[in-house]
């Protein structure tokens, strides 16, 4: 079992760029898939981007692809997303899920990008 919790959110103007944390607790952190979700207001959660447990694969929701970057390093049992180009659309609470044998979810960051 491990334990999730994101930072790096914040206020940044449109075009601006931020760096998500997803932090983890549990020494087999190197086991889990990590995603990135994000709500908006009245809106559904929706992913937007993912990697394995090694970081050999990403993938990433259309909307962000070219922008965002998610990367891990499993020594400091941290996941990454790097958020450039930032677009008012992309305002959300930004939510990071770790995925093994389940799945756990950390309480997320918010994201607002100002026009």
């Known amino acids: 079992q491990v334990q999730v919790a994101e930072s790096g959110g914040g206020l940044v103007q449109a075009g601006g760029s931020l760096r998500l944390s997803c932090a983890a607790s549990g020494r087999t952190f190197s086991r889990y898939a990590v995603s990135w979700y994000r709500q908006a207001p009245g809106k559904e959660r929706e992913l937007v981007a993912a990697?394995?447990?090694?970081?050999?694969?990403?993938n990433y929701a259309d909307s962000v692809k070219g922008r965002f970057t998610i990367s891990r390093d499993n020594a400091k049992n941290t996941v990454y997303l790097q958020m450039n180009s930032l677009k008012p659309q992309d305002t959300a609470v930004y939510y990071c899920?770790?995925?093994?044998?389940?799945?756990?979810w950390g309480q997320g960051t918010q994201v607002t990008v100002s026009s």
């Open positions: 899920k770790a995925t093994w044998v389940a799945s756990y």
């Open positions: 990697i394995t447990s090694t970081g050999g694969n990403k």
